[in-house]
């Protein structure tokens, strides 16, 4: 690099300079619009902060922002305090001017082109328009496009530079509207991302709100069912009492259908008050020792099986984090289930294990060699009401298993099942790991 | 001998309420049972005010209270019951249309003596009283000393 004779910078050299004041300058003005935007409330006070920078920046009298809108034409979405002190025209005049306007005049060649432009003497430039009284007179005007999400729709304009637009000034301007627009995409990004949520917070009340009404629905129901049914058991049990043999046997027939139907339906309301029940109580999760809990299970159900030998064989099960009496009403279903559907089976044989070494979830299941069912039917497996087999066959009302997959879904997990008609069928179900000891 | 006490039954189901007297009855319960249809009426009976103003007071051996009541419920009767000094000795049974009423924590806190599940079945009555060590009242024999009987 050239030096004179003391050493000092040549002119070449100084020039550097203000060269790397305006820069200084520049980042000042993009960490202003960085640190003063986020807190503003709308949009307009983000465009006024960049406005005042850019003004700042290359020393322009006034300037405004404006984009296209959806009909095409030009709306002035804001105008820098300084370019409201110069305007003559009446505020509310003014206000209804700026909108709306005819897509023309040399304000809008870049935006039309998608680049920036620089009219140093807009009186002789063929593109130019008469400026209505009492509007700030322009005597040197820079545009830059502005970059939307989707495509260039907007502008920054300044105008009043006494000097006139420089290059410099354009590429200030192109960075400072980066940052500009940074934020305000930013900014509408996160508007619609708050919205989103709302709306999404909104459908979940909905849904939550419908689902305890619901909720209380079935809880009600099943309540107010019970009372004429118990009359109906009440009265027909004081009407054996009474009898004393004045009724014939087909009468007595009558009753005892009358009976028989009003216990089935008391068992039916009964499973539909756990059912309900069980989705309005809360988990109560604590370390389960799975292997204690199946064998009480069995324990349990065993003793109405006493006539018939049960081959069991229990393997691996896990200790880990559940709704200890939810999960044991799982396995005293899935139990009850492969004992009733073994029942024509002269040997009958349930293996009850857990599949433990996946990463993230325990997978437990109930085999049976029963009757089992055709894969066909299998969507409608855990229905509530939903039955496979004729109740002549199987008794049972349809709420078991419908049970089974609303516990092991709040548990976070899933619930299935395969079948092969005539020789086995095997439950499963996950329980997530993170309780795993 | 002294009269036995009487049973007060707060039930507004006419159907509930015979059936319930059917299996007092049928027993051959001694104790006279007087049926009252809902809330307001069962504190006036046993309060022994409004229309029940001349009747003899503190004659009650047992209240056997349904809890879906019209005007006055049934928790409220409960929870008047045993605020006042004299008439919270009495026995106080839950008549409730399911077992699932039993998980009203609410009947317990204010001090419920038993439940009974609907419809009332003689034995599970005659457990409950047993329970409450109110057999006595019902069958008419005092209970082993029972001048210190802390209920």
């Known amino acids: 690099m050239p030096r004179n004779a003391n050493n000092k910078p040549t002119d070449t050299e100084a020039g550097i300079e203000p060269r790397t004041e305006r820069q200084i300058a520049l ?20 465009a006024r902060i960049c406005l005042k920078a850019a003004e700042e920046l290359t020393g322009s009298a006034y300037s405004f922002i404006g984009e296209l809108n959806p009909e095409g034409l030009f709306d002035t979405t804001t105008i820098s305090e300084a370019g409201w002190k110069a ?43 008469e400026k209505p009284p009492g509007h700030p007179p322009i005597d040197s005007f820079m545009g830059v496009a502005l970059r939307y999400v989707g495509g260039i729709t907007g502008m920054i304009a300044l105008a009043g530079k006494q000097s006139g637009y420089t290059l410099a000034d354009q ?49 009600s129901v099943s309540h107010d069912l019970r009372a004429p049914l118990r009359h109906i058991t009440g009265f027909v049990e004081l009407l054996n009492k009474h009898d004393q043999g004045s009724m014939d046997e087909k009468s007595r027939h009558y009753l005892q259908v009358i009976s028989e139907a009003s216990r089935k339906m008391g068992t039916l309301i009964d499973d539909l008050l756990a059912f309900s029940r069980m989705s309005r109580t809360e ?37 880990m984090e559940g709704d200890s009496a939810m999960l044991r009403q799982v396995f005293r279903n899935l139990v009850a289930n492969a ?17 433990t070494d996946a990463p993230d979830e325990t997978v437990f299941y109930v085999r049976d060699n029963g009757v089992g069912f055709d894969m066909k039917y ?20 349809g ?6 997959q609303r516990i092991i879904h709040r548990h976070r997990g899933r619930i299935w099942a395969e079948s092969t008609p005539g020789s086995s069928t095997t439950f499963w179900f996950s329980l997530p790991k993170q309780g795993e000891v | 001998m002294i009269p036995l006490k009487r049973i007060l039954l707060v039930e507004d189901n006419p159907n509930d309420a015979e059936l319930t007297l059917e299996a007092l009855g049928e027993h051959n319960l001694a104790n006279e049972v007087t049926w009252v249809h809902d ?54 049974v839950i008549l409730t249309s399911s077992r699932e009423e039993r998980d009203l924590v609410d009947s317990y806190k204010l001090g419920v003596n038993a439940y009974v599940v609907k419809p009332v079945d003689f034995k599970e009555f005659m457990n409950a009283v047993e329970e409450l060590g109110v057999f006595w009242a019902l069958v008419n024999e005092p209970p082993p000393a029972s001048g210190k009987r802390a209920r």
């Not at chain 1, 979940?204 to 709100?209: A, G, L, N, T, Y």
């Not at chain 1, 004992?339 to 599949?355: M, N, Q, S």
């Not at chain 1, 299998?378 to 009302?397: A, D, I, P, W």
């Not at chain 2, 051996?61 to 419920?73: G, Q, T």
């Open chain 1, 339 to 355: 004992l009733k559907f073994t029942r024509p089976r002269p040997a009958a044989r349930i293996e009850i294990g857990a599949v």
């Open chain 1, 399 to 404: 709420v078991g298993l419908a049970n089974c």
């Open chain 1, 27 to 46: 980042l000042k003005a993009i960490i202003k619009v960085f640190r003063e935007t986020p807190g503003c409330e709308r949009e307009e006070d983000v």
């Open chain 1, 283 to 319: 988990l109560q999760k604590s370390m389960i020792d799975f292997n204690v809990l199946v064998r009480e299970v069995i324990g349990e159900l065993q003793g109405q099986e006493q006539d018939r030998p049960i081959d069991w064989e229990i393997a691996g099960m896990p200790v």
């Open chain 2, 39 to 92: 809330g307001e009426e069962a504190l006036d009976f046993i309060f022994c005010r409004g229309p029940f103003e001349d009747r003899t007071c503190n004659d009650l051996a047992l209240i056997l209270l349904d809890l879906k009541l019209p005007k006055v419920d049934g928790l409220e009767v409960l929870r008047v019951v045993k605020s006042d000094q004299r008439m919270k000795l009495i026995p106080v």
């Open chain 1, 87 to 129: 305007c003559r025209i009446p505020v509310e005049e003014a206000l209804h001017l700026i909108k709306n306007m005819p897509s023309r005049g040399i304000n809008r060649i870049g935006l039309r082109e998608g680049r920036s432009w620089i009219i140093n003497d807009p009186s002789t430039h063929p593109d130019a328009t």
């Open chain 1, 378 to 397: 299998v969507n409608k497996l855990f229905g509530l009401f939903q039955r496979l087999h004729s109740s002549e066959e199987f008794e049972g009302t």
């Open chain 1, 171 to 219: 590429e200030d301007i192109e960075a400072l509207s980066a940052a500009f627009m940074e934020s305000l995409n930013r900014r509408r990004a996160e508007k619609q991302v708050n919205e989103l949520n709302a709306e999404l917070n909104r459908h979940v009340q909905q849904i939550e709100s419908a689902n305890r009404e619901l909720e209380a629905f079935s809880y």
